[in-house]
């Protein structure tokens, strides 16, 4: 029965992630012992209710979108699957933002699971981000940006595109942005997700920012469309260690 009931619940967010704007909505729930040693007894009027949208939800989720020649795992200071990931978070921002996006940044914690050579499944894509996270653009000061790597760099790195550094005595040293060395006077547009926004994990540098562009599609289906578009165009899914972040000998 309790197969039953997670597709269904897959299945129910995967209908919502496809219906236009997203709304916030409060859940409460009550915890209820169950002993699993007890046979349980099927409801099959349940079980005959949910089975059709199981049905599309197994369907669903094993769906091939893509492909790659690669494992794409996480690992700091940079990783293969960290680097594909904020790449795509990149491009999104710069493609939809109200004005430039500078750099992406988000936290190998929000990566739960690699994505193995081979078919890429919208399962995968669920495996790897089961969270309801949405983007965020935020306005930072070059000053505030140095201390974000710091806080990275503090870290052992972490995923990141567009903004390069490396790490000294667990500092960000030779922080370049698009190319050219940080401006402390300057303000910068970030896009990260809005978990970290709000200042979770050793993200708290961010909530000093001046101002926020909120995006409503979930960061999920950004990366679910985007491997759609790549495999569409003929391309399997790659990233590559660049060096973004590295630990200066």
Same mark, same amino acid.
Request: charged content about 20%; hydrophobic content about 40%.
């Given at each position: ?29 009550? *915890?209820? $012992? ?17 089975? $059709? ?20 795992? &996480? ?35 929000? *990566?739960?699971? &690699? ?14 981000? $089961?969270?309801?996270?949405? *983007? ?22 972490? &995923? ?15 922080? /370049?942005?698009?190319?050219? $060395? %940080? ?22 540098? %961010? ?8 995006? /409503?599609?979930? *960061? ?10 790549? /495999? ?18």
């Amino acid at each position: 029965m309790l197969k039953y009931i997670n597709v269904f619940m897959l299945t129910c967010t995967l209908l919502l992630a496809g219906c236009g704007q997203l709304k916030h909505a409060e859940i409460k729930g009550t *915890l209820i $012992p169950v002993d699993q040693n007890a046979d349980a007894i099927q409801d099959q009027g349940m079980v005959s209710a949910v089975k $059709p949208y199981a049905d599309i939800a197994v369907k669903t989720a094993n769906e091939v979108i893509g492909y790659t020649d690669e494992d794409l795992t &996480p690992g700091r200071p940079e990783s293969l699957l960290g680097n594909f990931f904020a790449d795509v978070m990149l491009s999104y921002a710069q493609k939809h933002s109200t004005g430039r996006v500078d750099f992406a940044v988000t936290n190998p914690g929000g *990566l739960r699971k &690699p994505i193995h050579k081979g078919n890429i499944k919208v399962a995968h894509i669920y495996e790897l981000m $089961p969270f309801e996270n949405a *983007l965020v653009v935020l306005d930072l000061k070059g000053d505030r940006v140095q201390a974000l790597a710091d806080s990275i760099a503090a870290h052992h790195g972490g &995923p990141v595109a567009g903004i390069r550094f490396g790490i000294n005595n667990r500092k960000a040293v030779n922080v /370049t942005i698009a190319g050219a $060395p %940080l401006d402390a006077g300057k303000t910068y547009r970030v896009v990260a997700n809005d978990y970290i926004a709000k200042g979770n994990d050793f993200y708290q540098e %961010l909530t000093k920012a001046s101002s926020a562009e909120f995006f /409503t599609v979930s *960061l999920r289906a950004v990366i679910l469309d985007w491997v759609k578009q790549e /495999t569409a165009k003929g391309n399997h899914i790659h990233a590559t260690l660049d060096g973004r972040i590295y630990e200066e000998k």
